[in-house]
């Protein structure tokens, strides 16, 4: 059972066990008929919950690092941290650090000796025990061990940031050291209680659009193959016609075809494996048009540099009347950073994309809104949420599976 190591009754302490002794699956399988339970399981929420507080912490560690005390004066413009070496190039990551931080409980309103207080949007950090990041990493260990790999990430992404921030350091090398691949794999793994449940939404809306089809399946982004994996199963009944899992990593796609070989050969027929790099020119990637009946993605098309013609191009690949189901992290609201993008905006690939002032105004991971625009601009039709939490206000929604029709 996981405790806060902060003491009881300390500001911001997060009582998880409170927090979801009035959760109830019944809303949800009024609002979701159509939904299998087994996705939205405490387990899931409890992991958001806590990974999120874990990175508020490492966010707390990295600006600690860069040599801000506690009580020392902070806010979102990132300019307060250029005295402490930010190169100008990072001011991007450094707000995304201070927006973090300032929505976070390790945070208080600095101290002001005037009877009018501090200025309006100033913070400053708490002040935390030494062992504070042990047991706290205890406690969650202690609560679902599957969650290892998620931590293991963070903390290297945590050392890797003042030198990144000072432009010391690309952010790759920080994250995709050889040493760092097995932490991917874990990371990406059906274990983790933390990603798996998109690739289950993403395979359960896929099935719902194969209609009982054998489709013929283009996967983009397949990674390690855990999503492969998972949406093979889901159509083990009628198996796909054809099915070519792509990704733009050599490394990525043999921990994919290893996975998949595991599978009975019933399950496993008619897959086949490419290289495929969305951001370079659609001729590259050797399909034809109308090739498709689902194009199928998890977490793979928010680092589409240009998201709008990457989208253009897909549906080119998918016959009329086919699919295109993407599982995805959500912004619950446009300007609220999300935890994920504590790790992956060290990458320039996902931070270098092109926005869109109504449907993407920077970078990172999309909110509802956003990829219901980007989908119909793109040209397809009939863009849906599943499930759709948010009109049915569950307004913190982190993962859907978005569905479009061609």
């Given at each position: ?5 902060r ?7 997060l ?7 009035s959760v ?8 979701f008929p159509?939904?299998?339970?087994d ?22 560690t990295?600006?600690s690092?860069?040599?801000l005390?506690p ?8 300019g ?6 930010m ?36 913070f400053?950090?708490t ?8 047991r ?10 599957a969650?290892?790999?998620c ?8 050392a ?10 690309e ?14 794999e ?12 998109v ?14 089809g ?13 999503g ?14 054809r099915y ?15 996975r ?7 399950e ?17 990637w ?14 793979a098309?928010?680092?589409?540099r ?29 300007d609220r ?33 956003g ?10 039709s ?13 307004r913190e929604?982190?993962i859907a599976?978005?569905?479009a029709?061609?």
């Amino acid at each position: 059972m996981f405790r806060d190591p902060r003491g009881e009754g300390e500001p911001g302490r997060l009582d998880l066990e409170a927090m979801f002794t009035s959760v109830s699956k019944l809303p949800l399988r009024e609002v979701f008929p159509e939904l299998p339970l087994d996705i939205w399981t405490e387990e899931f929420f409890r992991a958001n919950e806590i990974l999120n507080l874990y990175t508020d912490f490492r966010v707390w560690t990295v600006l600690s690092r860069l040599g801000l005390e506690p009580g020392e004066p902070l806010s979102t413009d990132p300019g307060c941290l250029v005295r402490l070496g930010m190169a100008p190039a990072r001011r991007d990551s450094a707000a995304w650090l201070l927006a973090k931080a300032s929505r976070s409980s390790f945070v208080r309103a600095p101290e002001s000796p005037g009877e009018a207080g501090p200025p309006v949007g100033e913070f400053c950090l708490t002040g935390l025990r030494p062992d504070y990041g042990t047991r706290l990493t205890e406690e969650i260990l202690g609560d679902n061990p599957a969650l290892a790999p998620c931590l293991k990430l963070a903390d290297l992404a945590s050392a890797g940031y003042p030198a990144f921030l000072r432009g010391e350091i690309e952010g790759r090398a920080i994250l995709f050291s050889p040493e760092v691949h097995d932490v991917w794999e874990s990371y990406f793994d059906r274990k983790n209680p933390f990603y798996q449940p998109v690739n289950y939404l993403a395979a359960h809306a896929s099935r719902l659009a194969a209609a009982g089809g054998a489709p013929a399946v283009l996967e983009v982004g397949a990674g390690c193959g855990s999503g492969t994996v998972t949406l093979l199963e889901e159509l083990a009944g009628t198996p796909p016609a054809r099915y070519v899992a792509t990704d733009i990593s050599a490394s990525f796609l043999r921990k994919a075809r290893a996975r998949v070989e595991e599978m009975s050969a019933r399950e496993r027929a008619g897959v086949e494996f490419r290289l495929l790099d969305l951001n370079s020119p659609r001729p590259s990637w050797r399909l034809t048009d109308g090739e498709f009946d689902l194009v199928f993605a998890v977490n793979a098309l928010h680092c589409a540099r240009d998201l709008v013609a990457t989208l253009r191009d897909l549906r080119l690949l998918v016959r009329p009347g086919g699919h295109l189901v993407l599982g995805e992290c959500l912004r619950p609201e446009r300007d609220r950073p999300v935890h994920p993008e504590f790790i992956f905006q060290l990458l320039d690939e996902f931070r270098d994309v092109v926005v869109h002032p109504a449907h993407r105004p920077r970078w990172g991971f999309l909110d509802a809104a956003g990829w219901l625009g980007v989908l119909s601009e793109a040209g397809f039709s009939e863009p849906t949420l599943c499930p759709d939490a948010v009109s049915a206000g569950y307004r913190e929604q982190s993962i859907a599976a978005i569905v479009a029709r061609t």
